[in-house]
């Protein structure tokens, strides 16, 4: 268990519907990620936060995408009007200052139908 | 930008046969390198890291990897596989800095 948790599990909706993920880190991981997996690939990048300030966001992630970190503790991520390509499971993953290793949640499976 | 390149996207053995799974990067800069397996239905866990000093780098479970720069290759290996190491194995570079970026994945896949 690496203390990172993640909600819903699973989540289905039907295209154009929006959705919201929700993750909880552990208090000393100021730094939050999100990543997008998809059957038979790595992780991609999505964004990261240090404490509550959003960094970096990818390309990959289109106007329909928001996340956000409200006071340095849980992160959400939005995804507006659902189109069936979003389907795939997101992670969310914290680190501590200086601390190279990703700790991972369980990750949320969304199917966009 | 950096970039990961795992060779296999397979890998079949034998239980007690050594194993080998192979991984590549490519990065104008130093860098820091992982493996972290994922275990049906769980989530990612770290395997082992390079971050500087010996470039043999020993983790969890008896794998271990070697950091070769002149290669840009961070192979992992073991000597002897059990069942139970049926999980699917991602290689990981960063720059230092706040992304990492993981290669497509290898699928382990230990027969008795």
């Known amino acids: 268990d690496t203390g990172v948790s993640q909600n819903p599990r699973h989540k289905i909706t039907k295209r154009g519907q929006n959705v919201t993920f929700r993750c909880d880190p552990i208090?000393?991981?100021?730094?939050l990620y999100w990543y997008r997996q998809t059957l038979g690939q790595g992780p991609e990048f999505l964004t990261y936060?240090?404490?509550?300030?959003?960094?970096?966001k990818s390309r990959l992630l289109s106007d329909r995408f928001s996340a956000e970190r409200p006071k340095g503790s849980f992160s959400t991520l939005e995804i507006q009007r659902t189109e069936q390509g979003d389907s795939a499971m997101y992670l969310c993953?914290?680190?501590?200052?200086?601390?190279?290793?990703?700790?991972f949640g369980s990750g949320t499976q969304l199917s966009v139908l | 930008a950096q970039s990961v390149t795992q060779l296999d996207s397979q890998v079949p053995v034998f239980e007690e046969a050594p194993v080998e799974l192979r991984c590549n990067y490519s990065?104008?800069?130093?860098?820091?390198l992982f493996w972290y397996v994922q275990y049906p239905n769980q989530g990612l866990q770290l395997l082992l890291k390079?971050?500087?000093?010996?470039?043999l780098v020993k983790g969890i479970n008896g794998f271990e990897a070697e950091f070769n720069k002149s290669q840009t290759s961070f192979h992992l290996r073991k000597p002897s596989v059990h069942i139970s190491d049926t999980a699917e194995y991602f290689c990981a570079v960063s720059d230092g800095g706040f992304k990492t970026i993981f290669g497509a994945g290898t699928r382990l896949f230990v027969k008795a």
């Open positions: 208090s000393e991981h100021n730094r």
């Open positions: 990065s104008s800069v130093s860098v820091y």
């Open positions: 936060f240090q404490n509550e300030a959003q960094l970096e």
């Open positions: 390079y971050l500087s000093g010996s470039t």
């Open positions: 993953a914290g680190s501590g200052s200086g601390n190279e290793k990703l700790f």
